[in-house]
C-alpha cells in the first residue's frame, strides 16, 4: 500500500514540474512578443509622428466649434419644449373643462362683449346681462329680470387731493402731521355709541376702549395733546394749512429729541409756529403772536432759538419788505403805495438804512412816507396802532428816510402841486 501510494505521488510531482516549465515557457514567449511590439511601435512613432499632430490640431479646432454651435442647439430645443408645454394645455381646457360661473359681483358694466363670461338669465337663457352700479343690480337687457341686487363695490376708492397727485392716485383721507398718528390710526368708538349696544356688548367694548387708550404711550399722548393746541393757535393766527404742517413736524421732531423736557408745552407749540412763518417768510412777530396766544414772550423767544439750534434750523432775519403787505391791507392802502413803500425799502437797503434798525418800524415809515407821495394821508398814530410800534419810532425813521434818501425837495413839491 505504502509503495503504491509513492508511486502515485511521484507521478502527481512529474505533471505538477512539467506544467510549471511549460508556464515559464509560455511567460518568456509572451515577454518576447510585448518587447518585439513596442520596438515595432517606437518605428512607427517616429514616422507617423507629424501626421498625428496635424490631426490633433484639427481635432482641436472641430472641438471648439462644436462648443460655440451647441448651447444654441440646446436653446432652440428649449424653446420647442417650451411652446409645446404652452400650447398642449390650452388645447385640453378647451376641450375637456367647463368654463366656470363668474359671480355677479365680478360682471362688468357691459357684459355682452366680454366672452369669459358664462352667467345666464334663469328666464330667457341669455348672456346679455349689465350692472347698474348706481342701485347695485345685475338685470338682464333681454327680459329686464333683476339676477341679483344690493351689491357691494369691491374695488378701491381712488381720491385725488391736488394737481399734483393726479398721476399718483391712492385711497383714503391723504397722511397729515397735523395729527399724533399721521391720520391712520383707530378708534374704538365713542361713549355714546358703546350705550346705545346691549349690556352683554356694552361692558365688553368699554373695556377695549380702556385698554386701547391705555397702550399708547407717553411720547403719543404728548403728541395728541400739543397738535389739537398747535391746530387752536393756528386758527386764532390765521396760518396756511403748510405753515401748520411744518411747524407740526417741528414739534414732532423736538419731542422726538427730547426737547420738550422741562417747558411747557404751549411755548414750543407757538415757537415751532414762529419758526414755521419765519421759513415761508410769512410776516407774523414775535409780539403779534404772543398777545393772541396770551402766552410769555421771553419764554417763547427761548423756547424757539433752543429749538432751531438743535434742529439745526437757519433762520434768516425777516426784512421790512416782507411786512408792508400785510400792514397795507389793515391800512386800506391802495397798490400804488405799496409799490412806492417797497421802492423806498429798496433804496434804503442801498444805503445801509436796515441794518441795525427793527423792520416794523421801517415798513411802518416807509408806508407813511409813501402815503405822502401818493396822497392817501394817514397819520401817524394810526399807523402805529396798526403796526404795534409808538409814535416817535416811526417818526425817528421817518427823519432817517427823508435825509439819506434826499426826498424833502420831492415832497414839498407834491405838496403845492396838490394845494
Same mark, same amino acid.
Given at each position: 500500500?505504502?509503495?503504491?501510494?509513492?508511486?502515485?505521488?511521484?507521478?502527481?510531482?512529474?505533471?505538477?514540474?512539467?506544467?510549471?516549465?511549460?508556464?515559464?515557457?509560455?511567460? +518568456?514567449?509572451?515577454? %518576447? *512578443?510585448? @518587447? !518585439?511590439?513596442?520596438?515595432?511601435? #517606437?518605428? $512607427? &512613432?517616429?514616422?507617423? =509622428?507629424? /501626421?498625428? +499632430?496635424?490631426?490633433? %490640431? *484639427?481635432? @482641436? !479646432?472641430?472641438?471648439?466649434?462644436? #462648443?460655440? $454651435? &451647441?448651447?444654441?442647439? =440646446?436653446? /432652440?430645443? +428649449?424653446?420647442?419644449?417650451?411652446?409645446? @408645454?404652452?400650447?398642449?394645455?390650452?388645447?385640453?381646457?378647451?376641450?375637456?373643462?367647463?368654463?366656470?360661473?363668474?359671480?355677479?359681483?365680478?360682471?362688468?358694466?357691459?357684459?355682452?362683449?366680454?366672452?369669459?363670461?358664462?352667467?345666464?338669465?334663469?328666464?330667457?337663457?341669455?348672456?346679455?346681462?349689465?350692472?347698474?352700479?348706481?342701485?347695485?343690480?345685475?338685470?338682464?337687457?333681454?327680459?329686464?329680470?333683476?339676477?341679483?341686487?344690493?351689491?357691494?363695490?369691491?374695488?378701491?376708492?381712488?381720491?385725488?387731493?391736488?394737481?399734483?397727485?393726479?398721476?399718483?392716485?391712492?385711497?383714503?383721507?391723504?397722511?397729515?402731521?397735523?395729527?399724533?398718528?399721521?391720520?391712520?390710526?383707530?378708534?374704538?368708538?365713542?361713549?355714546?355709541?358703546?350705550?346705545?349696544?346691549?349690556?352683554?356688548?356694552?361692558?365688553?367694548?368699554?373695556?377695549?376702549?380702556?385698554?386701547?387708550?391705555?397702550?399708547?404711550?407717553?411720547?403719543?399722548?404728548?403728541?395728541?395733546?400739543?397738535?389739537?393746541?398747535?391746530?387752536?393757535?393756528?386758527?386764532?393766527?390765521?396760518?396756511?394749512?403748510?405753515?401748520?404742517?411744518?411747524?407740526?413736524?417741528?414739534?414732532?421732531?423736538?419731542?422726538?429729541?427730547?426737547?420738550?423736557?422741562?417747558?411747557?408745552?404751549?411755548?414750543?407749540?407757538?415757537?415751532?409756529?414762529?419758526?414755521?412763518?419765519?421759513?415761508?417768510?410769512?410776516?407774523?412777530?414775535?409780539?403779534?403772536?404772543?398777545?393772541?396766544?396770551?402766552?410769555?414772550?421771553?419764554?417763547?423767544?427761548?423756547?424757539?432759538?433752543?429749538?432751531?439750534?438743535?434742529?439745526?434750523?437757519?433762520?434768516?432775519?425777516?426784512?421790512?419788505?416782507?411786512?408792508?403787505?400785510?400792514?397795507?391791507?389793515?391800512?386800506?392802502?391802495?397798490?400804488?403805495?405799496?409799490?412806492?413803500?417797497?421802492?423806498?425799502?429798496?433804496?434804503?437797503?442801498?444805503?445801509?438804512?436796515?441794518?441795525?434798525?427793527?423792520?416794523?418800524?421801517?415798513?411802518?415809515?416807509?408806508?407813511?412816507?409813501?402815503?405822502?407821495?401818493?396822497?392817501?394821508?394817514?397819520?401817524?398814530?394810526?399807523?402805529?396802532?396798526?403796526?404795534?410800534?409808538?409814535?416817535?419810532?416811526?417818526?425817528?425813521?421817518?427823519?432817517?428816510?427823508?435825509?439819506?434818501?434826499?426826498?424833502?425837495?420831492?415832497?414839498?413839491?407834491?405838496?403845492?402841486?396838490?394845494?
Amino acid at each position: 500500500m505504502i509503495m503504491a501510494i509513492r508511486k502515485l505521488l511521484k507521478k502527481k510531482i512529474k505533471k505538477v514540474s512539467l506544467k510549471k516549465k511549460t508556464i515559464s515557457k509560455a511567460k +518568456k514567449t509572451i515577454r %518576447k *512578443t510585448i @518587447k !518585439a511590439k513596442k520596438a515595432a511601435s #517606437k518605428k $512607427t &512613432k517616429k514616422v507617423l =509622428r507629424p /501626421k498625428t +499632430k496635424k490631426v490633433t %490640431k *484639427t481635432k @482641436k !479646432a472641430v472641438r471648439k466649434v462644436t #462648443k460655440k $454651435t &451647441k448651447p444654441k442647439t =440646446r436653446a /432652440k430645443k +428649449k424653446e420647442r419644449r417650451i411652446s409645446v @408645454k404652452i400650447i398642449r394645455p390650452k388645447e385640453t381646457k378647451i376641450a375637456a373643462i367647463p368654463a366656470p360661473i363668474i359671480p355677479a359681483a365680478t360682471i362688468s358694466s357691459d357684459i355682452s362683449k366680454e366672452k369669459s363670461f358664462i352667467k345666464r338669465c334663469p328666464e330667457c337663457k341669455s348672456i346679455n346681462l349689465s350692472i347698474d352700479s348706481k342701485r347695485g343690480e345685475v338685470i338682464c337687457k333681454n327680459c329686464g329680470l333683476v339676477l341679483d341686487e344690493n351689491l357691494v363695490d369691491i374695488g378701491q376708492e381712488w381720491r385725488e387731493f391736488s394737481g399734483e397727485e393726479m398721476g399718483k392716485r391712492r385711497a383714503g383721507a391723504p397722511l397729515t402731521m397735523t395729527k399724533h398718528d399721521m391720520g391712520t390710526g383707530t378708534q374704538i368708538g365713542t361713549s355714546a355709541e358703546i350705550y346705545s349696544l346691549p349690556s352683554s356688548q356694552r361692558r365688553k367694548m368699554m373695556r377695549l376702549k380702556q385698554w386701547h387708550d391705555r397702550t399708547s404711550t407717553s411720547l403719543e399722548r404728548n403728541l395728541k395733546y400739543a397738535l389739537v393746541e398747535l391746530k387752536r393757535i393756528a386758527s386764532i393766527l390765521n396760518i396756511p394749512v403748510a405753515i401748520e404742517e411744518e411747524a407740526a413736524r417741528i414739534y414732532n421732531l423736538a419731542v422726538r429729541k427730547g426737547l420738550v423736557r422741562g417747558r411747557s408745552m404751549e411755548s414750543v407749540v407757538v415757537g415751532a409756529i414762529y419758526i414755521a412763518s419765519r421759513q415761508f417768510n410769512l410776516p407774523r412777530s414775535l409780539n403779534e403772536i404772543c398777545k393772541l396766544t396770551g402766552i410769555n414772550k421771553r419764554e417763547v423767544g427761548k423756547t424757539y432759538r433752543f429749538v432751531a439750534r438743535e434742529l439745526g434750523i437757519k433762520l434768516l432775519p425777516s426784512g421790512p419788505a416782507d411786512y408792508i403787505p400785510k400792514f397795507a391791507n389793515k391800512l386800506g392802502f391802495s397798490a400804488s403805495t405799496q409799490t412806492k413803500a417797497l421802492e423806498i425799502i429798496k433804496k434804503s437797503k442801498e444805503v445801509e438804512l436796515t441794518s441795525g434798525r427793527g423792520p416794523t418800524g421801517l415798513a411802518a415809515a416807509a408806508l407813511y412816507v409813501a402815503s405822502l407821495m401818493t396822497g392817501e394821508k394817514r397819520t401817524q398814530r394810526e399807523i402805529a396802532d396798526v403796526v404795534g410800534v409808538t409814535e416817535v419810532t416811526i417818526r425817528n425813521r421817518y427823519k432817517e428816510i427823508i435825509d439819506r434818501l434826499e426826498l424833502k425837495d420831492e415832497l414839498e413839491k407834491l405838496k403845492k402841486e396838490r394845494e
